[in-house]
């Protein structure tokens, strides 16, 4: 659990190295940062810079065919890579949006059974009503009609669908969120409600998050802090777009940055 020395800190990254396990290619090559609570990172870059690899692993998510050869990571006080509890409380403790969240979610349940199942799969006694009122509360949240609970994902549009599976990584009250796309396929109103949702439990109780993006209008309305990986490694990083400190031979290359 997170130890008194790391309470304000939701993510620290010291030097991280992720390498494909069976070609030993490195995916993320010494990247080092620290996410405090409450605090939002935005991970930018070109496709295969890396962003999305290590935002599931900081997620807990990263798959078996991935090793760790160097450096560290810790998150919510627990060390990724681990198994057994400490995964568990890692996963239970970050709520995750992968790419392609709406697109993939389980065809075969309903969307009230979608976004509770973080829940009852760790508890199958959970009280069904008390679910029930958190999973409308969620649905409401994001804009989602009340009948939408009853619907299967592909009576969906895909714009609702990315809403379910954002509820769907919140409903555990996450001390971290981290978002692969958080807005892919939103319209203005509903990307608002989105970015509100995660303001909101900012706000409240201190959730960190770990966004993954390359729209630089995301990045101000979150009021963002900045990586910008390529091949592998920071190549930027700042707070929002407009002033970052770039490695040198990379200095203002902004195609890195934009969609």
Not at 113 to 125: A, K, L, N, W, Y
Not at 144 to 162: C, F, I, T
Not at 167 to 177: D, G, S
Request: hydrophobic content about 45%; overall charge neutral; charged content about 25%.
């Amino acid at each position: 659990m997170t130890t008194s020395a790391d309470a304000d800190i939701s993510i620290r990254c010291d030097d991280l190295s992720i390498a494909h396990a069976a070609s030993a290619e490195r995916v993320v090559d010494g990247v080092t940062f620290t996410l405090p609570r409450a605090g939002t990172l935005a991970l930018m870059g070109p496709t295969g810079s890396g962003k999305s690899t290590l935002a599931a692993v900081l997620a807990g998510r990263g798959g078996e065919g991935l090793s760790f050869v160097g450096g560290s990571a810790v998150v919510e006080g627990v060390r990724v890579g681990r198994r057994g509890r400490s995964h568990r409380v890692h996963t239970y403790l970050t709520g995750y949006l992968p790419q392609r969240a709406g697109a993939d979610l389980p065809a075969r349940m309903t969307v009230a059974e979608v976004v509770g199942e973080p829940i009852t799969s760790r508890d199958r006694r959970v009280n069904q009503r008390a679910l029930a009122v958190r999973v409308a509360a969620l649905l409401d949240e994001l804009h989602l009609p009340l009948g939408a609970a009853e619907k299967y994902p592909y009576e969906l549009s895909a714009g609702m669908r990315q809403r379910v599976a954002l509820a769907r990584a919140l409903v555990l009250r996450p001390r971290l969120l981290v978002a692969d796309e958080p807005y892919a396929n939103l319209d203005v109103e509903v990307r608002y409600a989105a970015r509100d949702a995660i303001l909101r439990r900012r706000q409240e109780y201190g959730m960190a998050a770990l966004i993954v993006t390359n729209d630089a209008t995301a990045v101000d309305e979150l009021d963002a802090d900045v990586l910008v990986l390529r091949g592998g490694h920071v190549v930027a990083a700042g707070h929002g777009t407009r002033d970052l400190l770039w490695t040198p031979g990379d200095d203002g290359n902004q195609k890195l940055v934009v969609s």
